[in-house]
T-cell receptor
Framework: DTEVTQTPKHLVMGMTNKKSLKCEQH?????MYWYKQKAKKPPELMFV???????INESVPSRFSPECPNSSLLNLHLHALQPEDSALYLC????????????FGDGTRLSIL | QKEVEQDPGPLSVPEGAIVSLNCTYS??????FMWYRQYSRKGPELLMY????GNKEDGRFTAQVDKSSKYISLFIRDSQPSDSATYLC??????????????FGGGTRVLVKP
């Protein structure tokens, strides 16, 4: 089991639905990340939160909306997704944003119908 | 040209053999180097983390960094079938006040045969 917990593990949604992915860590880390991973590809960075503030947005479409309610929680709100958004969504955390290694959760496998 | 190059494999070895993995990179600003192992339908698991050039050993794993050649390696001794996975190298530079952006290699699929 990883120290970064992601829920749900699997999600199937239609293109008109609204859903949220959740991520939680209790390691006292102050940087949290969302990644998207397609099959047989490395993770692609989407967003970085550093001390609960959004510090990096990798030009992600607005149908993905991140939120960091506190230092332990990270959400990714989904709305009007496209079939090409089907992927494994990974959350990660690191002690801070200055080169410390990132620790990943096991992801949410998202399928868009 | 990609910033980080990694042979996709698959790399097939018999049980007990040494697995040798490597990545090359072009950005001299990279200072932090990581190796992750990823099993199917799981997230990447941190195996090794190094900052400077040289060797770092942890159990059956040895990581090497050669900044002058922009080349990093991971060696797995006494490989086991449970080591069969995709191995990802990752590296980052220091970005002031913005967070730690990792650049990944494409991953090498490793198969250890009993």
């Amino acid at each position: 089991d990883t120290e970064v917990t992601q829920t749900p593990k699997h999600l199937v949604m239609g293109m008109t639905n609204k859903k949220s992915l959740k991520c939680e860590q209790h390691m006292g880390h102050r940087a949290m990340y969302w990644y998207k991973q397609k099959a047989k590809k490395p993770p692609e960075l989407m967003f970085v939160y550093s001390y609960e503030k959004l510090s990096i947005n990798e030009s992600v479409p607005s149908r993905f909306s991140p939120e960091c309610p506190n230092s332990s929680l990270l959400n990714l709100h989904l709305h009007a997704l496209q079939p090409e958004d089907s992927a494994l969504y990974l959350c990660a955390s690191s002690q801070d944003g200055t080169g410390q290694p990132q620790h990943f959760g096991d992801g949410t496998r998202l399928s868009i119908l | 040209q990609k910033e980080v190059e990694q042979d996709p494999g698959p790399l097939s070895v018999p049980e007990g053999a040494i697995v040798s993995l490597n990545c090359t990179y072009s950005n001299s600003a990279f200072q932090y180097f990581m190796w992750y192992r990823q099993y199917s339908r799981k997230g990447p698991e941190l195996l090794m983390y190094t900052y400077s050039s040289g060797n770092k050993e942890d159990g059956r794993f040895t990581a090497q960094v050669d900044k002058s050649s922009k080349y990093i390696s991971l060696f797995i001794r006494d490989s086991q079938p449970s080591d069969s996975a995709t191995y990802l190298c990752a590296m980052s530079a220091i970005i002031k006040a913005a967070g730690n952006k990792l650049t990944f290699g494409g991953g090498t699929r490793v198969l250890v045969k009993p």
